[in-house]
């Protein structure tokens, strides 16, 4: 149902049908799609969920996202498998734990999908249109991946780099991301931004858990280093109990 107020009301899904389509006609339909669109919504984002996400919310996440956006820019998500719940039977007297090991493994095995995913929708539709936006768990799945591929040809110019990439509370150790992913994504990426709080408690248990900063945690300040854009989000506007994240192209 459509809403007056994208930011302060609350935004449902029903869905109505579904569609399945062979590679090639995904791939297609998402080139007519893109062909529609016209500056600044001239591109697509590829959306990779994060811990304890089911396949309902990976599809309602990035409704939500455009409906709250404005954008008419096409969304595509990524949706590797998730404890939906976030918890799970206890292996060593914490449902958390259980679940967030599970998820862990569940992130490295899922690593070529979505290497084969990238490589298919930036030959489809060029690197320059797409923004890849990745939350919690999903970010070390995207970086980590990155790390170890050529998916994408990048020779620094930015007819071979993508648009943009978005970390949304990252879910990886500080250090390495700011020492060894980010001085590879900015050869990947025309814009690199991460988002940040020092309130997210997804980050904080998971600091807990590995007892290492975790990048999307600013704590005590927001991670930052050159070339990366740092968005502090701690007092952000927030709706049906979650942040609000508004990611431009």
Same mark, same amino acid.
């Given at each position: 149902?459509?809403?007056?107020?994208?930011?302060?009301?609350?935004?449902?899904?029903?869905?109505?049908? %579904?569609?399945?389509?062979?590679?090639?006609?995904?791939?297609? &339909?998402?080139?007519?799609?893109?062909?529609? *669109?016209?500056?600044? #919504?001239?591109?697509?984002? /590829?959306?990779?969920?994060?811990?304890?996400?089911?396949?309902?919310?990976?599809?309602? *996440?990035?409704?939500?996202?455009?409906?709250? %956006?404005?954008?008419?820019?096409?969304?595509?998500?990524?949706?590797?498998? %998730?404890?939906?719940?976030?918890?799970?039977?206890?292996?060593?007297?914490?449902?958390?734990?259980?679940?967030?090991?599970?998820?862990?493994?569940?992130?490295?095995?899922?690593?070529?999908?979505?290497?084969?995913? /990238?490589?298919?929708?930036?030959?489809?539709?060029?690197?320059? +249109?797409?923004?890849?936006?990745?939350?919690?768990?999903?970010?070390?799945?995207?970086?980590?991946?990155?790390?170890?591929?050529?998916?994408? #040809?990048?020779?620094? &110019?930015?007819?071979?780099?993508?648009?943009?990439?978005?970390?949304?509370?990252?879910?990886?150790?500080? &250090?390495?991301? &700011?020492?060894?992913?980010?001085?590879?994504?900015?050869?990947?990426? *025309?814009?690199?931004? /991460?988002?940040?709080?020092?309130?997210?408690?997804?980050?904080?248990?998971?600091?807990?858990?590995?007892?290492?900063?975790?990048?999307?945690?600013?704590?005590?300040?927001?991670? +930052?280093?050159?070339?990366?854009?740092?968005? #502090?989000?701690? #007092?952000? /506007?927030?709706?049906?109990?979650?942040?609000?994240?508004?990611?431009?192209?």
């Amino acid at each position: 149902p459509p809403v007056r107020d994208p930011f302060t009301e609350r935004v449902t899904l029903t869905l109505r049908d %579904s569609l399945s389509l062979t590679r090639d006609a995904f791939l297609s &339909a998402l080139r007519s799609r893109l062909a529609a *669109q016209t500056a600044p #919504d001239d591109f697509a984002v /590829l959306y990779v969920h994060g811990f304890g996400t089911g396949l309902g919310e990976c599809w309602r *996440q990035p409704f939500t996202a455009r409906v709250r %956006s404005g954008s008419t820019a096409p969304w595509v998500a990524f949706c590797w498998p %998730s404890h939906g719940a976030g918890v799970a039977w206890p292996r060593v007297g914490s449902v958390f734990v259980r679940a967030y090991e599970d998820d862990t493994a569940a992130v490295t095995a899922s690593e070529p999908a979505f290497r084969r995913v /990238l490589a298919e929708v930036t030959g489809a539709i060029g690197a320059p +249109q797409l923004l890849l936006a990745a939350h919690s768990l999903g970010g070390r799945l995207v970086s980590e991946a990155l790390l170890r591929s050529d998916a994408i #040809d990048t020779r620094g &110019a930015d007819s071979t780099r993508l648009r943009a990439m978005a970390f949304l509370a990252l879910d990886h150790d500080a &250090a390495r991301f &700011a020492d060894t992913i980010v001085p590879m994504l900015r050869t990947r990426a *025309q814009r690199l931004v /991460l988002y940040t709080s020092r309130r997210d408690r997804a980050p904080g248990i998971s600091r807990r858990f590995h007892d290492t900063p975790r990048a999307g945690l600013a704590e005590p300040t927001p991670l +930052q280093r050159t070339g990366l854009e740092t968005v #502090d989000m701690t #007092d952000a /506007l927030a709706a049906d109990g979650w942040p609000v994240w508004c990611v431009g192209p």
